[in-house]
């Protein structure tokens, strides 16, 4: 068995620490925005106003807070920004992270133990914006959890290597100017082996490199307990 497997295997079933404590468990509220949602489909996605308002569709619906989803999720989302206007079989639209779509300002809480890896403000529209990660240790085993779409001043006075525990304020999410271009929301991503890269890891792959990336960041809802 390979080390995530059996770190997770022995790891409590109850949900960990993630955004502000007033939301409850029963405002989370599962999304669907992949190819095959056709109540999306025609929609552009990428544009942060109609997307929003889906997603106030589906919360007042099911009277939740937070809108959640998206692992190995295909999406159109990214097909209006050019950092993803490849050719086919070079487009990444695989997600690799999962969303957590709520409002600007809420809160993101540590859900483990960790140092920061490492941070930076990927601001190129359709990035991060601002994101933070950090480096979790098990046994001689190290993995790590990335947050983008930030706000600006959660990255403002961090430091490499400083220290948050599990449930510890790590940030907040960023507002569509600074997120970059996006409905408010928090990507939560586990990554395994950071390939060296500091403050940004991809978010999205093709499908091509699906075979790598599924495996280099399992999903984080085993991990979160969601
Ligand atoms: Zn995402």
């Known amino acids: 068995m390979d080390f995530w497997k059996q770190f997770i295997s022995g ?11 007033d939301i409850f468990p029963s405002e989370y509220v599962p999304v669907d925005l992949s190819v095959n949602n056709v109540e999306i489909q025609g929609k552009a996605m990428g544009n942060a106003s109609i997307c929003q308002s889906y997603l106030d569709t589906v919360l007042a619906a099911e009277k939740g807070k937070v809108a959640f989803g998206g692992y190995l999720e295909e999406r159109n989302l990214y097909a209006s920004h050019a ?3 490849l050719p ?12 957590f779509w709520c409002t600007a300002g809420t809160k993101v809480l540590a859900p483990l133990a960790g140092r920061v890896h490492s941070y930076q403000n990927n601001d190129a529209l359709g990035d991060y914006g601002p994101t933070i990660i950090l480096e979790h240790q098990w046994g001689q085993h190290t993995f790590h959890t990335l947050y983008g779409h930030l706000s600006l001043d959660s990255i403002s006075g961090l430091e490499v290597g400083g220290y ?3 449930g510890d304020v790590l940030a ?6 600074i997120n970059v271009g996006y409905a408010p929301h928090l990507h939560f ?4 082996d950071m390939q060296g890269l500091l403050g940004d890891y991809p978010g999205v792959a093709a499908k091509k490199d699906l075979h790598f990336y599924a495996k280099n960041c399992p999903d984080p809802r085993t991990l979160l307990n969601f």
């Open 164 to 166: 948050f525990d599990a």
């Open 88 to 99: 086919e079989a070079q487009r990444r639209t695989v997600h690799l992270g999962v969303d």
């Open 172 to 177: 907040r999410l960023g507002t569509p100017e």
């Open 11 to 21: 790891r409590p079933k109850d949900r960990l620490p993630f955004l502000d404590k």
């Open 83 to 85: 950092n993803f206007n």
């Open 189 to 192: 991503q586990v990554i395994l």
